[in-house]
C-alpha cells in the first residue's frame, strides 16, 4: 500500500479508485459492435466510391490538410508559392516531374532524393532529405495538396498508397555525418 503525506492536491489525486481489469482494445475486438462498425465503414467507402460529389469533398479535406503540412515542412525549400529555388531547389508550379508519376513522388517524399532531375525542361542537380517521419495521412495529404495547387491538377494520393509504398521502400539510407 502506497502512503502519501502533505496536503491534498485534488489536480494529482481524487481520492477515487476503480478495482477493474483494464482491457483497452480487446474489450471490442470480434464484438457485434465491432463488426457494425467494419460493416458501417464498408457502407461510406462504397457511398463515396458511387457518389463523385462525395470524393470530391474528401479530396478538398486532403488538400486543406495538406497545405498545412506544406505549410510547416516543404515550404522551406519550395517556398510558400511553389516557386522553389532557382537553379537549387525545383519548381512545383505546373511540374511534369510532380505530375507525371504519383509512386516516384511517393518514394521521393518518404526516402528523399538526390541526384539530377528534369523538371519542366530544367536540370537540377540537388538534395531532398527523407520527409519519412510524417505520417502516411500527412505524406498523401501533402501530396494530393501540391498535385492539385500551383497549376497543377491531379488525382489524389491515398493514405494505402503511401503505406504500401512506406513498405517496398523500407528505411531510407542512413546518413553518413550522423
Do not use: W
Not at 479535406?61 to 531547389?89: A, M, S, Y
Not at 519519412?132 to 494505402?160: H, P
Amino acid at each position: 500500500m502506497l502512503k502519501v503525506e502533505g496536503p491534498q492536491n485534488m489536480l494529482v489525486y481524487t481520492g477515487k479508485e476503480v478495482d477493474a481489469v483494464y482491457l483497452g482494445k480487446a474489450v471490442t475486438a470480434g464484438s457485434d459492435s465491432a463488426k457494425r462498425l467494419a460493416s458501417l465503414k464498408t457502407s461510406v467507402a462504397q457511398e463515396i466510391k458511387n457518389n463523385p460529389k462525395i470524393a470530391d469533398l474528401n479530396k478538398e479535406i486532403q488538400v486543406e490538410k495538406g497545405k498545412q503540412v506544406f505549410l510547416q515542412t516543404c515550404f522551406v525549400c519550395h517556398q510558400t508559392d511553389g516557386r522553389g529555388v532557382p537553379d537549387q531547389i525545383p519548381p512545383l508550379i505546373k511540374s511534369d516531374f510532380l505530375m507525371a508519376d504519383k509512386n516516384r513522388i511517393i518514394r521521393g517524399v518518404l526516402m528523399g532524393q538526390t541526384g539530377q532531375m528534369v523538371v519542366n525542361g530544367k536540370r537540377y542537380n540537388s538534395t531532398m532529405t527523407p520527409l519519412n517521419y510524417l505520417t502516411d495521412e500527412q505524406i498523401a495529404n501533402v501530396l494530393t495538396y501540391v498535385r492539385n495547387s500551383f497549376g497543377n491538377s491531379g488525382e489524389g494520393v491515398s493514405v494505402e498508397e503511401v503505406s504500401k509504398m512506406r513498405k517496398e521502400a523500407g528505411k531510407p539510407p542512413g546518413n553518413p555525418y550522423e
